[in-house]
């Protein structure tokens, strides 16, 4: 997998790691017992310090998801892509159906993303969880 | 590789006739850092350079470097040091500076495979002259022969200027991978901070010849605060520990440094390049510790 860095985004790096990292895992790109790229490699692509590069991996062991094989790298333990696919399917086409709808009603990318990104804050506020 | 200190400079200054290139100056690169020397042209960057590689030797306090000093008894084994000017023969092919480098460098732990390989991986050939080369070649060509040595610390003066911002990324990124691999320690000093940011984990500021900041990047980022807030504001965004502040039409903005956060006012963690600026623009300068002029 290669990390996409973005520097002014305000996000810090490692973080940046750490989220694309986790979305691979999401998406089923990383699997157990896959390696993650060497920090030679990120910092090969990247130009990133090496000890953000480490400094994300150890906040994914931290979590469980990786683990540090001495010589060997860092491999995965643990996916992150929910089983429940039909469901998942269900939800899809219905966002599908509403992303046809919002747009059918002119809304921009940047109108969609804000008007999704207010709801789903509002809704885990509600439930008193945090996202 | 354990931690510990790799350069040390303690109360050093250093005269031109009448001039302090640099003055008081107290800093210490950890090992395994890849530190960034930054400050405006003049500051001192350069000297603490010819200091630390023994090219020059202090007026007043002491260099140590890999627990040498490199005023007495030259540059130390461990140390290697790329001028500014990326002081290549131009006139040479790239295998005859290869093997200048492997004799220069013969009592040492030159690694002539290795050198061969970052060549090769810079996309240049072994028959090329070296004043034909890209400015971008040439600069990856001068760090091969640079990490030939093995250095457990690599002092690179300017190692990115004058390059193309693709040539930038690309030394840049041989750098840190080689870092990565062998824990060597990096100083290097740029005026571009764009190219330093998310690259270097260690920062020593010099201006007016005098360290202003020295530390890690992280904690030097997360005790400052960048703030936005009405011009108008009868709240004094922390008195005393101000570091800048400029006011356009209604809106202030400041650096802050240890303080509380006034009313009124929007914080953030400050960019590397809000902090370094912010230091920059201090006015007045202030003279550190007790010199005597």
């Not at chain 1, 046809?100 to 506020?125: M, W």
């Not at chain 2, 290795?114 to 004043?131: I, Q, S, T």
């Not at chain 2, 922390?238 to 240890?258: E, F, K, N, P, W």
Request: hydrophobic residues 40%.
């Amino acid at each position: 997998m290669e990390f996409r860095i973005e520097r002014r985004s305000g996000v810090p790096t490692y973080l940046q790691i750490v989220a694309q990292t986790k979305q691979a895992l999401r998406l089923g790109a990383l699997q157990p017992g896959d390696r993650l790229p060497t920090a030679k490699d990120v910092v090969s692509r990247t130009a990133v310090n090496p000890n953000t590069v480490l400094k994300a991996y150890r906040e994914l062991e931290r979590e469980g998801l990786v683990e540090p094989r001495p010589g060997l790298g860092t491999f995965v333990l643990r996916s992150l892509a929910r089983p429940g696919s039909e469901v998942d399917a269900q939800l899809r086409t219905d966002l599908e159906q509403w992303m046809r709808r919002a747009t059918a009603a002119g809304l921009e990318h940047e109108d969609i993303d804000a008007l999704v990104a207010d709801v789903r804050d509002r809704h885990f506020r509600r439930d008193g969880r945090d996202g | 590789m354990g931690e510990g200190v790799v350069l040390r400079f303690d109360g050093v200054g250093k005269r031109f006739r009448r001039r302090w290139a640099l003055r008081d100056c107290a800093l210490e690169l950890p090992r395994g850092r890849i530190a960034a020397l930054v400050g405006p042209n003049g500051a001192g960057k350069t000297t603490a350079f010819m200091l630390a590689s023994g090219l020059m030797r202090p007026t007043s306090g002491r260099v140590d470097v890999l627990g040498v000093d490199p005023g007495r008894s030259g540059m130390a084994a461990g140390a290697s040091f790329v001028a500014q000017d990326k002081p290549l023969y131009r006139a040479l092919r790239v295998d005859e500076m290869l093997r200048a480098g492997a004799v220069l460098n013969a009592r040492g732990r030159w690694d002539t495979p290795y050198v061969l390989r970052l060549v090769d991986e810079a996309g240049v050939g072994l028959g090329e002259r070296v004043g034909e080369l890209s400015p971008g070649q040439r600069a990856r060509v001068a760090l091969a022969l640079a990490l030939g040595r093995r250095p457990d610390l690599l002092l690179l003066d300017e190692p990115l200027a004058e390059l193309d911002p693709l040539a930038r990324k690309q030394v840049m990124a041989t750098l840190l991978a080689e870092a990565a691999e062998t824990g060597t320690t990096v100083l290097l000093s740029s005026h571009v901070i764009a190219d330093l940011e998310d690259s270097c984990d260690y920062l020593v500021l010099l201006r007016d010849g005098r360290v202003r900041l020295c530390g890690e990047v992280e904690e030097l980022l997360a005790a400052h605060r960048h703030l936005t807030g009405p011009a108008d504001s009868a709240a004094d965004p922390g008195a005393g520990h101000v570091v800048h502040r400029s006011t356009v039409g209604r809106q202030t903005t400041a650096l802050i440094r240890d303080t509380e956060v006034p009313p009124g006012f929007r914080a953030v963690t400050p960019t590397l390049d809000d902090l370094v600026l912010g230091y920059l623009q201090q006015e007045p300068a202030p003279t550190s510790t007790g010199s005597a002029a």
